[in-house]
């Protein structure tokens, strides 16, 4: 893949658009491959909001550095424990792993239906990430976002309630807890480590070819 600066916190809104569209391109090629019946035609938009990157209706929107609010910014330094590594994380996953994310949220909304936010939701669309980028050979940029995850999760309070498991605390909270970048924080690099850590997960394209065949009616 020739986005060799992709993980790395871009300063140019053209070439992050560029580069998200290449990015796009092939894994919607990908798409394409394992699922022949399926139209997946999602465009990436730069969009910088508090929600950082989303998926809506039919595009992933992407952010840039110097348009995300100063809170948002003050968090990821604290997180970080430095406004260089702080920034350095925010590429990591931002202008990084959590485009192939939302394009799994799109995947998962074209072979479902309208789905709401959920547990479960995030789960799929990091599974779908973390198989994808492995599939192009991102190792090494998958290695340093868990090493940034561990870091960071590790210095986060468990926002779960003593009786409740984090999936069911996240299904009845989930709105509320989107809303807070160290709840919804707790829970994402949650499951960035566990999913990387999975070694019984198949490959990408075995993956959708099993969710295609699963969701077919």
């Not at 309630?161 to 909270?173: D, L, Q, R, V, W």
């Amino acid at each position: 893949m020739a986005q060799k600066k992709w993980f790395t916190t871009y300063s140019d809104s053209i070439a992050l658009v560029k580069d998200a569209n290449t990015i796009t391109k092939s894994f919607t090629k990908d798409i394409h491959k394992n699922n022949k019946k399926i139209k997946f035609n999602i465009k990436t938009v730069l969009h910088t909001t508090p929600y950082l990157i989303y998926f809506y209706k039919d595009a992933a929107n992407i952010p840039l550095w110097e348009q995300v609010i100063p809170e948002q910014k003050q968090f990821f330094y604290e997180i970080a424990g430095s406004e260089a590594e702080g920034k350095r994380i925010f590429g990591l996953f931002f202008n990084g792993f959590y485009l192939s994310h939302e394009l799994g949220h799109a995947y998962e909304f074209l072979i479902k239906g309208q789905l709401e936010g959920s547990y479960k939701g995030e789960y799929f669309a990091n599974t779908v990430a973390m198989l994808w980028w492995k599939k192009h050979h991102r190792e090494k940029e998958l290695k340093e976002c868990y090493e940034a995850a561990k870091k960071i999760w590790a210095k986060l309070p468990n926002p779960v309630p003593a009786g409740a498991t984090i999936e069911e605390y996240f299904s009845k909270n989930y709105e509320q807890a989107s809303a807070n970048p160290y709840v919804y924080g707790y829970m994402q690099f949650k499951q960035f480590i566990e999913i990387y850590e999975n070694k019984n997960l198949p490959d990408f394209d075995t993956f959708i070819q099993q969710v295609s065949k699963s969701s077919s009616h």
